[in-house]
């Protein structure tokens, strides 16, 4: 027997669809949750806002200029002394391999530069590298792997070929083949580092895809007539972002690790976390405070971008939720 339409019932009907909204905890009570079911993925979350924050405010930050070299009175200087090698001869000194002090946090390089400044705007320079070029390999590779799996064929065919052509060579070797061609300046490097990721990205979505066009949604969608760009833009691309997203934030570490890489052998410009590695390693024994806080910051950055990688992957995941 169908129900009596009154003014009560809709109300009562209205009340009802949105208690679920109502009773929804706010976003923090949610981020909180998420925290204490993934403590590790919590723990890199804050140290990649801590990394963006230093980033994003590094002129502030910094506090010195990195390419500014530090000197400090000579207390054994001598006006009159005339021997040319003499140290008593000079007045100031080079402030060169400082141990950390209220001056210099982390102490100095051998060339007397601040090395809190260097990994400040190391670090802009680092995320700004990674986030571009895994930009350009996520879009890239998106528009590739759906077009692949959705179309088969010999489109597939011919698109996979090109990819295992690319996969044959070790990206690391790619890369090096790239700087040996091209001057790797910031923007060259984000085009090699963003044309190396794409294969990897343009095969997981390609995988997914080919899960997908089977779907009955999609075969739904040919039957009522749509196009195979609408199906693609509206119905399969919107069902692969979740492992996108994984794979954007997990590549980031791998970014990183190829960037550092690549200045620790001297064939990049600018100031970054490789190239102050690779000055600090020749004086390990003297002042260790150079390689060290420059490796820790690429450690704790690949180690953060992992950590909510594995997070997301586990919150994102059906098969994976606890």
């Known amino acids: 027997m169908a129900r009596e339409l009154t003014?009560?019932?809709?109300?009562?009907?209205?009340?009802?669809?949105?208690?679920?909204?109502?009773?929804?905890?706010?976003?923090?009570?949610?981020?909180a949750r998420l925290a204490q079911r993934k403590p590790l993925g919590a723990l890199g979350m804050v140290i990649i806002i801590a990394l963006t924050a230093i980033a994003l405010a590094t002129p502030a930050l910094a506090r010195y200029d990195p390419d500014q070299s530090f000197e400090h009175r000579n207390p054994g200087y001598d006006p009159s002394s005339t021997e040319l090698y003499r140290t008593d001869r000079n007045e100031f000194l080079l402030d060169a391999k400082a141990a950390p002090s209220?001056?210099?946090?982390?102490?100095?390089?051998?060339?007397?530069?601040?090395?809190?400044?260097?990994?400040?705007?190391?670090?802009?320079?680092?995320?700004?590298?990674?986030?571009?070029?895994?930009?350009?390999?996520?879009?890239?590779?998106?528009?590739?792997?759906?077009?692949?799996?959705?179309?088969?064929?010999?489109?597939?065919?011919?698109?996979?070929?090109?990819?295992d052509a690319m996969q044959a060579f070790p990206s690391l070797l790619l890369l090096l083949l790239i700087a040996s061609a091209?001057?790797?300046?910031?923007?060259?490097?984000?085009?090699?580092?963003?044309?190396?990721?794409?294969?990897?990205?343009?095969?997981?979505?390609?995988?997914?895809?080919?899960?997908?066009?089977?779907?009955?949604?999609?075969?739904?969608?040919?039957?009522?007539?749509?196009s195979d760009m609408r199906l693609m833009l509206r119905h399969i691309l919107p069902n692969t972002i979740a492992p996108i997203i994984v794979v954007f934030t997990m590549g980031l570490g791998t970014v990183i690790i190829a960037e550092a890489s690549l200045s620790f052998l001297g064939l990049t410009h600018g100031i970054s976390w490789g190239q102050m590695l690779n000055s600090g390693r020749n004086f390990i024994n003297s002042?260790?405070?150079?390689?060290?806080?420059?490796?820790?910051?690429?450690?704790?950055?690949?180690?953060?971008?992992?950590?909510?990688?594995?997070?997301?992957?586990?919150?994102?995941?059906?098969?994976?939720?606890?």
């Not at 009562?12 to 669809?17: F, S, T, V």
């Not at 700004?128 to 010999?154: C, D, E, K, N, R």
């Not at 300046?185 to 089977?214: D, H, I, M, P, Y």
């Open 7 to 31: 003014a009560g019932n809709v109300i009562g009907d209205i009340a009802l669809a949105q208690a679920p909204l109502a009773e929804r905890p706010p976003a923090w009570k949610q981020a």
């Open 102 to 163: 209220m001056k210099h946090w982390l102490g100095t390089d051998d060339a007397g530069r601040d090395i809190w400044a260097r990994i400040a705007w190391g670090t802009r320079r680092t995320l700004g590298i990674a986030v571009a070029s895994l930009t350009i390999a996520v879009v890239a590779g998106t528009i590739l792997g759906v077009a692949s799996g959705y179309f088969g064929g010999a489109v597939d065919t011919l698109m996979q070929r090109m990819l």
């Open 182 to 226: 091209f001057d790797l300046t910031a923007r060259n490097l984000v085009l090699a580092l963003g044309f190396v990721g794409v294969t990897q990205v343009s095969r997981l979505v390609r995988g997914k895809v080919l899960t997908l066009r089977e779907l009955p949604f999609v075969e739904a969608g040919r039957v009522i007539g749509a």
């Open 287 to 322: 002042s260790p405070w150079q390689a060290v806080f420059s490796g820790l910051a690429i450690t704790l950055a690949v180690l953060a971008f992992n950590l909510v990688g594995d997070a997301l992957r586990d919150i994102l995941d059906p098969r994976l939720r606890m």
